[in-house]
């Protein structure tokens, strides 16, 4: 399906949804993500969090970092 989670050692969860026509919902550290196609996540443990995606009808991205 061309879908990808991966864990790193330092608490960082990476998805990557490459899926042409399907959306994929993904759960990162609690938080749940519907990925569309060719949308990412990742969330860190210092309260880093990205993403790219669709909502409402329009494709994003947002990244954060905890102070």
Known sequence: TNQ???RYVNGL???VNCN????????????TF???PYG???VGEDGF???C??????????VARAQ
């Open 53 to 62: 995606a669709e909502i409402d009808g329009r494709r994003i991205g947002f």
């Open 13 to 15: 969860e990476v998805a």
């Open 40 to 42: 990412w996540a990742a």
């Open 20 to 31: 042409p026509m399907e959306r994929w919902q993904v759960e990162l550290k609690g938080q």
């Open 34 to 36: 519907d990925l569309s």
């Open 4 to 6: 990808v989670r991966v």
């Open 49 to 51: 969090q990205e993403f």
